[in-house]
Structures are given as C-alpha cells and as structure tokens.
C-alpha cells in the first residue's frame, strides 16, 4: 500500500489518441462521461483532460474533445473530483481568455479546477489551426508571460501588462475564480527554463519520464529552487504515465508484439516502455508505484492503454494503490 498522501488522477478519453476510431461522437461522448462519472465513483482524485485537437501518433480525421468544454461539461455529471488540463498549450489561446475560461470552469464545477499550463510542442497541430509556431525560446517565454497573466487577472480588479509578446490594457477577468489561485501545474522537463519557470510559479509540476530521470529532474528542480529561496518541498512532483495492468507475464508479452501494443508512437524498445510506465501484472506495478512514491512522487495521472474499456482504471485502485 502507498501512503495516503499519494494521489491518483485519470484521464477522460477525448479521442486524441484515437481510443474513439471508428465510433460516432455521440457515442463517444457518451462513453467519456460513463468513465468520468465511474472514476469519480471508485475513488480517484482527479480527472485530468489534454489540450489537443488532432489525433496522434497519425492524423486522422475523427473527433477529439476540446479541453475546457469537456471539463465544463464533466463539471455539470460529477460532484467533488478535481478537474484539470496536463496541460493547457499556452500560445493556442489569448492570456485574458484563457484565465476567463478557467475562472468559467472553476465557478461551474464550485471551486475544483487545476490548471495545468505549458509551452507547447505539437508543431503540425499548429500548422493545421494557422497558429505561428515560434522557437522553444520564444514559446517558453510565452508560458512564463501568460502564467503572470492569468494570475493577475484571476486576482486583481484591473490589469494592465506590457511583456515582451503579451499586451492588455486595463483587461479585468470576472467571474473570478471561486479558489482565488487554483493549483497551477507546470508540464514540461527542460532543465534550464522550464524548471526554472516551474520553481518560481507552480504548486505542481508533472513529468512523463522514467524513475532516473524523475529523480534527475527532481534534483535540477531543487537547485532552480535553492537559487531563489524557494522551499523545494511546497512543489509536489507528479507523474504521467501510461498504464495497463495484465493477469500474466505472458498477456503483457502479447500486447507488447500486437499491433497496437507497446508505446503509442511505436518503434521504441519495448522493455524501456515497461520500465518507464506502469505496465505489467498488478504487482509488477504496485513496485514501481513504490519506486517513484520513494522519490518523491505524490501523484500519478494515469493514461490508461485499454480505454474506452475500464479494467485498468478499475483494478488500478482495487489492486494497486
């Protein structure tokens, strides 16, 4: 057993990894809220959607869920799960809507939001919506400039800022969030900017990555804090893997050589993918679980493999947390 402090998030399927091929939309919608409404019902903590628009690892066109409209509407069929983005793409919306939209949803769903920012990277996402899709240098900056943004506008009346790429004269954000701050998750592990933006302005940060790197990054992370005297432990450190549990060795080896089995973008090696996510048979998970709760890890977002089906998500808490 992990301790109590550990959390457990869930993704709703959207369709952008294309779980939803093939199925009409209402079908599909239909089905995202059967599993939200189930996620929250067995215990989890959060529900947590992606900022996406077209499907991955290949272009495909079928219908993917938009982020916070499918957080509003999640807001209206459940009633205490926390509801968050990992993560919002902050140059796909204007500073002032974004915070306005995320204020929306906080009131609607009475004060669950986590907002979850980062710089962007899905560069043919960006050519096929007509979004300019600048150097990392210039997306991070923009992350750092919306995150001063949305939080003054979230908690002042009027807000007037002069950056380097954003601009708002006198621009005021009503509703207003009813948490006053909700969490702000940092995604995104670059060591030199990314991690320094994440010590400075987030509660959370959330890394996809394997057990070394998550404690390789967790020590970048504290050196960032140690120079600006920032208390290391006040940011909880998360992690968001893919997850499928299976009864045997054997039905893990067979998924791995299917089709559709092993990491989503294919190619890779196959036992890095083990390693590196909480695949395996229930007690092979609950160990690596261990591992990165031993790091430092205090929450796990979990993509399960097996969507729209429910087996992952359903024995994960019944037989691993």
Known sequence: MTPAKVKYGAFVPQGWKLEYSGVDAASAWARSKEIAQLAERIGYDHLWV?????TV???EPTHVFEAFTTLAAVA??????????????AAYRNAGLLAKEAACVDVFSSGRLIFGLGAGWYDREYQAYGYEFPPAARRLQILDETIAVVKRLWTEETVTFDGKHLHFDGAYCDPKPLQQL?????????????????AREA??????????????????LRAHCDRIGRDFDTIVRTHGPDCRLFDTEADLAR??????????????????YVRDNLVG???????????????????????????????SLEGFLSDVA
């Open 182 to 198: 909700p969490p702000i998750w940092v995604g995104g592990g670059g060591e030199k900017v990314t991690l320094a933006i994440a």
């Open 50 to 54: 992606y900022d996406h628009v077209e």
């Open 76 to 89: 209206q069929i459940t009633d205490r799960i926390g509801l968050g983005q990992l993560v919002t793409c």
């Open 281 to 311: 048979t229930a007690e092979q998970v609950a160990e690596k679980v261990q591992g990165f709760v031993d790091a430092g890890c205090r929450e796990f977002v979990l993509w399960f493999r097996d969507f729209p089906a429910t087996e």
């Open 203 to 220: 509660d959370a940060t959330n890394w996809q990555v394997g057990l070394d790197a998550f404690v390789h990054k967790s020590d970048v």
């Open 255 to 272: 998924w791995l050589e299917s089709p559709g089995g092993g990491g989503l973008w294919g190619g890779g090696d196959p036992d890095e």
């Open 57 to 59: 690892p290949r272009r």
